[in-house]
């Protein structure tokens, strides 16, 4: 199921690159990876997140942004683009979720309290750094 959500997403990322309405397309699609990074901090956090499971969902996280660079790579105007210092701390989120899923002790993902500290604190970064980007785009609108 979430492989074709993620498929989908990807295709109407591609169709939006075409007019105007491409940043709030790509915009939705960078609030939705905040929020999965989010849950899977919480998951790791928990010390009850199976490895298999939790490596997938950073592998599909890692994908999906992946894709949404490529699409804001395509946008010809500035303005209508995801800025690069969201896609940075994107990337870092990923880096991070990355050395999480290496976190293991049996068949459930135990990661250190550093480890924790710095994903909590990526993942405000980010979230600060959307926050910010959505309100000032709404102004130039």
């Known amino acids: 199921m979430r492989f ?3 498929l989908l997403t990807t295709l109407l990322a591609a169709t939006a690159v075409a007019d105007n309405s491409t940043l709030p397309v790509l915009l939705a699609k960078v609030e939705e990876l905040n929020g999965d990074s989010a849950r899977l901090i919480v998951a790791a956090r928990s010390a009850q997140a ?3 499971s939790f490596r ?3 592998t599909i996280y890692r994908e999906s942004l992946r894709t949404l660079m490529l699409s804001n790579r395509e ?3 500035d303005k209508n683009r995801i800025p690069q210092s969201i896609l940075i701390n994107m990337v870092r989120m990923s880096a991070l979720l990355h050395s999480a899923a290496e976190c293991k002790t049996g068949r459930y993902i135990v990661c250190p309290p550093e480890l924790m500290s710095q994903l909590q604190s990526q993942q405000q970064l980010l979230t600060k750094d959307i926050d910010h980007f959505k309100a000032t785009s709404g102004d130039a609108d």
């Open 56 to 58: 997938i969902n950073v």
């Open 4 to 6: 074709v959500l993620l």
């Open 75 to 77: 946008i010809a105007l």
């Open 50 to 52: 199976k490895v298999t």
